[in-house]
Every structure is written in C-alpha cells, then in structure tokens.
C-alpha cells in the first residue's frame, strides 16, 4: 500500500476538503483526487461523498479511517526505528511552535541528550494543526505549543505561564509608543483581553500574526509590541529592546502534548528534563517582570487571568 494515498486520505478527512488538502500537502488537487480514487478502487469502497461543500466521510470512510490511522502509526515507527543512527538505542521526534524552541525546545534537547546519551532526537517546526496532525499520526511524539488541541490518544500538560510583556526598540512612556504600535495576534483570549484593557491600541497600522518572530521586526525599528518575557530577555539585556512602563502584562501559557503510547523510558527522561529546564525559565522571567514592577509607579501590571502552572 502506498502510504501516500493512506495520508491524502487523513488530509481530506481531516479537513472535509480536496481544495484545504492539496494546499496542505502541497500538491495540485487533481493528485489529491487522484489518489483519493485510487485509494477507493482498491477497497472497492466510496470514502468521500463530493459536494460543492466539500467532501464528507461515507459510512466506509470512517470504518477506514481508525485503520488508515494505525497504519501511518505503524509505518512512522518502523521508519523512525530504521532510521536510527548506530550507537543509539531509542528515538524521539519532537514538534514544537517557531517561538518555543530557541529558549524552551533547544534546552530540552541539550538536557534530554545529557541524561540519554542512546536517545536519537529529531525537531519538528511547524503551527498547532500541522504538529497536533503530526501527533495523531506518530510523526512526532511530543508537541509544545500555545493552544493545545486534544484528541484520542493524546495527553495535554501545561508547562510554563508565558507573560506577554509591552516591548519597544527605544526607551519611552505609553503614550510614546502609540503612533509605533504594531499589534501581534496572539489568539482569540489576547485579542479580547488587548482590546478591553488597551482600547487606545486597537487600531494599529500593522498587524502581524508571526509570535515571537515579530521580535526580529520590532527590533530593528522604532516599533512596539507585546512579546514573550522569557523570549525577550536577551534582547533587554543588549539593550536592543526597553519594557514600557505601567502596562499590563497578558497569560499566556505553553503546552505539552504527549503521545499516550511514547515509550516509557524515554517519557520518564522527557518529563524529568522537561521539569528540570522549567525552573530555569521561570528564573528568566522572572527577572523580566521585576524589572517591569520596578519601573511602573501603578499595579496596572498584574496579570490578567489565571496562573497556576499544572506540570
């Protein structure tokens, strides 16, 4: 069986589109159907019933899909197995958001690699939908990510209370900063939040829906924005960026979400590393919103929302 018919089939299933999948795959919609009914000529089954709608799952369809679901997990696990380099023992794939690996990922790797010295570690960069897809297919085995999107055989743990701090690329006050105001979407949640606490900042000139990506940008300009505190850190010790004072800061919490089936050696070494590097992040953070407590005259600065870290 060719396992790229089984995966277009996921696609397509996962999306309710030939259209959404051929852009995921990043083939033309004519393979994507081609191997749809390719898919379908060797069961002998329709999957898909089409409508200008889209496509939606036959009664078929979803008897295959629980299968085609274990044979994609079977085939990444004799492929990840295979693929192990000699003199290691055991393999990892991890998926992770563009702006949790410089401070989080790439720490958990080094400290991951030190304890497991037979651990074969693969890095996976990708948004929420590509890495929870990832995971339900056995892709990657762990995910870190903003908004975890659970699903059968999966296991959400909260890691770190992220704060989303004011930033600018020069020293300045608030109402400085308004005309450079460049808005970062961070979610629904922040969205809401950023408009009902901030009303005179909801009508920037730019928008960007890069996190922590839009860091690169605000330095390198007369700009402001909101950016992860831990993130950030590096940046206000080169003095590269400046915290704004008496502004709010905004939760937003990281995610770990587990494969039920990862192995037990290697999860035991992933949690405990995984707890190990946490408290020399929050250190970092820490020590951001110190400083912006001690440069704000008012308690505006208290967190909006819940704090309670679950891992």
């Known amino acids: 069986m060719d396992i790229s ?13 030939f259209v959404n999948a ?11 159907s081609l191997r749809v009914q390719r898919l379908e000529e060797a069961l002998g089954k329709q999957l898909f019933t089409r409508s200008k709608a889209g496509a939606e799952l036959t009664s078929a369809g979803r008897e295959f899909e629980r299968y085609a ?8 696990e004799a492929r990840q197995q295979v693929g192990v380099p000699e003199g290691y023992t055991k393999s990892l794939t991890i998926g992770a958001q563009y702006s949790l690996w410089p401070r989080l990922g790439f720490r958990w790797i080094d400290t991951m690699q030190q304890e497991m010295p037979s651990l074969n570690i693969r890095a996976e ?18 995910g870190l990510m903003y908004s975890p999107q659970l699903r059968p055989g999966l296991t959400a743990r909260k890691v770190i209370e992220e704060d989303l701090v004011l930033a600018a690329s020069w020293p300045a006050s608030f109402d ?12 629904p949640e922040f ?5 009902i606490e901030l009303p005179e900042l909801t009508n920037p000139g730019l928008s960007l829906s890069l996190g922590a990506l839009a ?20 940046y206000l010790d080169e003095g590269r960026l400046h915290l704004v004072a008496d502004t709010p800061r905004f939760p937003y919490p990281v995610w770990s979400i587990w494969r039920n089936d990862l ?16 408290s020399r992040i929050d250190a970092e953070q820490d020590a951001v919103i110190a400083e912006l407590r001690d440069i704000s005259t008012n308690d505006i600065v208290e967190v909006l929302g819940n704090t309670e870290n679950s891992f």
Do not use: C
């Open 5 to 17: 018919l089984i995966r277009t089939f996921l696609e397509v299933a996962a999306t309710g589109s």
């Open 22 to 32: 051929s852009e995921r795959l990043f083939v033309t919609q004519s393979a994507v």
């Open 69 to 76: 679901l274990s044979l994609v997990k079977i085939w990444e």
């Open 125 to 142: 960069l990708g948004m929420p939908d590509r890495i929870v897809r990832f995971l339900i297919e056995g892709v990657v085995q762990i």
């Open 176 to 187: 400085e900063i308004v005309p450079h105001y460049v808005f970062v979407d961070w979610g």
């Open 191 to 195: 969205v809401h939040a950023h408009a």
């Open 215 to 234: 860091a690169e940008y605000i330095v390198s300009r007369r700009a402001a924005a909101y950016l992860p505190a831990r993130y950030i850190k590096k």
């Open 263 to 278: 192995d037990p050696e290697v999860r035991a070494n992933a949690e405990a590393t995984l707890v190990a590097i946490k």
